[in-house]
């Protein structure tokens, strides 16, 4: 008679990528679950400042910064969706979600132009890395690739924050940058395609906190 295969092991052959679960608590003692919601939370109470100063004209966002980021998020959280993510979608998908309502309000209220030519250079490479998930099966390509291009495209934001201070909500940022910490905390588990993204925006939240400081 042949070997018999277990369910998990069955399931572990189908899976095109990695599944990582998560139990028990994490490092700050509460589950990865509870840490993703709050992440998230946090997310959509930064972002409501900012809404509100774009809405009065206080808060001028770039407009191809925030056109490119809301893609670039939307890529980045389908390739953590395929990647087995779990709690840390919470923070994820509210920040597609905050960056797309902002992007929507700087069509009317920001400045700078909607796309330039290296704009759409960035969005082509974007498309690039998305080929090369569907071609491998692998979506560190096409996260790896995300993140390259979405910190360049954020050094826009930094530098603006530096240049004109008052231009940027202060307290989003700052909001952000610990709701980022939080979703680094509820990926739960050590694999580096998950932890990236995060990781990633805690990096750049404190550069443009930075340069707003310097600024």
């Not at 709050?38 to 409501?48: D, R």
């Not at 099966?137 to 690739?145: G, H, M, R, S, V």
């Amino acid at each position: 008679l042949p070997d018999q295969v277990s369910p998990s092991e069955s399931t572990a052959a189908l899976a095109p990528h990695r599944v990582y679960t998560m139990t028990g608590t994490d490092l700050l003692g509460a589950s990865p679950a509870l840490i993703g919601i709050a992440s998230a939370l946090l997310t959509l109470l930064a972002f409501a400042p900012y809404i509100r100063d774009t809405w009065r004209g206080e808060t001028r966002p770039q407009r191809s910064t925030w056109f490119i980021w809301s893609v670039l998020s939307t890529i980045a959280l389908i390739s953590q969706i395929y990647e087995g993510a779990g709690a840390s979608l919470w923070f994820a998908g509210a920040q597609v979600a905050g960056t797309i309502v902002i992007c929507g309000l700087a069509i009317h209220r920001g400045f700078g132009a909607f796309l330039s030519g290296s704009d759409w250079l960035v969005l082509g490479l974007a498309g690039c890395g998305v080929a090369l998930w569907a071609i491998t099966e692998d979506a560190a390509y096409a996260l790896a690739i995300t993140i390259a291009i979405s910190l360049l495209g954020g050094s826009v934001t930094v530098l603006k924050a530096f240049r004109e201070p008052d231009t940027e909500t202060m307290s989003t940022w700052f909001i952000s940058l610990f709701a980022a910490l939080l979703g680094l905390a509820a990926v739960g588990s050590p694999d580096p395609l998950l932890l990236a993204y995060p990781l990633y925006l805690v990096t750049l939240y404190a550069m443009i906190l930075g340069a707003q400081c310097l600024g």
